[in-house]
């Protein structure tokens, strides 16, 4: 008899990315560093591990070495309980083919469920930047009694347009799910906001295992989780919805609960990380009672040399900053600026150097990124997009180890 419910986490970490390159040039999407010492995953993996679960299967599929190889560092765990942390390739098991959606990636790792027989399947996306407690969404999830569970956030209806968009009844299952709606349906309570899918769900093991074997069948399926399984759940009147309002992460503050970022375009990217260096942070790294875990090492403390000025900033360790203006940045670690740089608004990735005299505004910079000296980025965003990938926005983002000149 198992006192309590047993449970598998799936993370689906195999995307591409296309919207982040050139972060994503020769990396997965999850494996993009975040937060001047994460990489994108540790976010839903932190979150999984403090709300109990410890068994988590990774499948991975594109450009996954440097994803394969945080999670091995990172995520190391003694087994002594029966926990994991493991990542799961692209495999082949039915059929000479690759994984041809989420819900296909899911069906080709049906061993995995089979080996471990939970009572239910905690299936998340690898590539948000929020805090959750995953365990109040399984209990909300048994209570419901339904086969599927949506994880929603509640965004204004004029956003909601690009988005899987939620309708629901007062008993909270879903009625209608939809992908990108012309006219998004709005909440019972508030007709200016639509409940928008996050990307996050649970199952009971054997409606999944069903629903899955059923879409395989299907030759016009795309096989996507949110695209094809959750609808088909809907139609039976088997799918319900958890409003992310009713999670109580500990240690949250007022201001950053609730927080939750899709982060796939450069611009997103770009924003949720200005989101993190204002005094009073819209999203805090520091909550101790529900800690985002990261990649560790041996690295110094950061050092600051010949005065200058760091303002409203975060500065990873092992990272040298010398007399220069750095303002409204995430310095990884191991980065150097060098004496008279000036670096406003810019995320700096880990073994970056900045060179004396140089300026750099509004950018992100990859790995290893050499900026020379008294070279600019984003002071002249012509002039930058005739050499380098500039947003929408007016991002400019250098990819992994490019010299700038």
């Avoid at 449970?7 to 689906?12: A, D, N, S, W």
């Avoid at 092992?318 to 000036?342: F, L, M, P, W, Y």
């Avoid at 406003?344 to 020379?372: E, F, T, W």
Wanted: proline content about 5%.
């Amino acid at each position: 008899m198992r006192a309590a419910p047993h449970i598998l986490g799936i993370v689906l970490a195999g995307g591409e990315g296309k919207r982040l390159f050139p972060l994503t040039a020769d990396r997965a999407k999850p494996a993009v560093p975040f937060g001047g010492t994460y990489r994108l995953i540790d976010f839903v993996l932190s979150n999984l591990v403090n709300g109990g679960c410890e068994r988590i299967c990774v499948l991975t599929q594109y450009k996954s070495h440097s994803l394969d190889r945080h999670i091995a560092q990172t995520w190391w765990s003694s087994g002594f309980h029966g926990e994991y942390i493991t990542s799961v390739p692209a495999q082949q098991r039915l059929g000479k083919r690759w994984f041809t959606g989420s819900a296909d990636a899911i069906l080709q790792s049906l061993n995995l469920v089979y080996d471990e027989d939970p009572d239910y399947l905690v299936v998340f996306g690898a590539d948000h930047v929020y805090r959750m407690d995953p365990a109040q969404m399984v209990a909300a999830h048994i209570e419901s009694g339904a086969g599927a569970t949506v994880a929603a956030i509640r965004v204004p209806r004029g956003e909601a347009s690009s988005l899987g968009c939620i309708d629901a009844d007062e008993s909270g299952q879903i009625t209608r799910f939809v992908e990108k709606p012309a006219d998004p349906p709005a909440v019972a309570d508030d007709p200016a906001v639509t409940l928008a899918s996050m990307g996050n769900y649970v199952f009971t093991t054997e409606a999944l295992i069903e629903a899955l074997r059923r879409d395989s069948a299907d030759e016009d399926s795309q096989h996507d989780m949110g695209g094809n399984i959750i609808p088909a759940f809907v139609e039976r009147g088997d799918a319900a919805v958890y409003d992310f309002r009713d999670n109580d992460v500990p240690g949250a503050t007022d201001r950053d609960r609730g927080y939750w970022r899709d982060v796939g375009t450069i611009d997103a990217f770009f924003d949720a990380h200005m989101d993190l260096v204002s005094p009073n942070p819209v999203f805090t790294l520091y909550n101790r009672r529900w800690p985002i875990r990261g990649e560790t090492s041996n690295l110094p403390p950061a050092k600051f040399i010949g005065g200058g000025s760091v303002q409203n900033s975060v500065v990873g360790a092992g990272s040298i900053v010398k007399a220069t203006a750095v303002s409204g940045s995430v310095i990884s670690t191991d980065v150097v600026i060098e004496a008279g740089a000036v670096v406003q608004n810019c995320v700096v990735m880990p073994g970056a150097r900045i060179n004396s005299g140089a300026v750099v505004r509004n950018a992100i910079l990859d790995k290893n990124v050499v900026v020379s000296a008294e070279a600019q980025l984003g002071v002249d965003l012509t002039r930058d997009r005739e050499r380098y990938s500039v947003s929408e926005g007016g991002v400019v983002t250098i990819g992994k180890g490019v010299v700038v000149g």
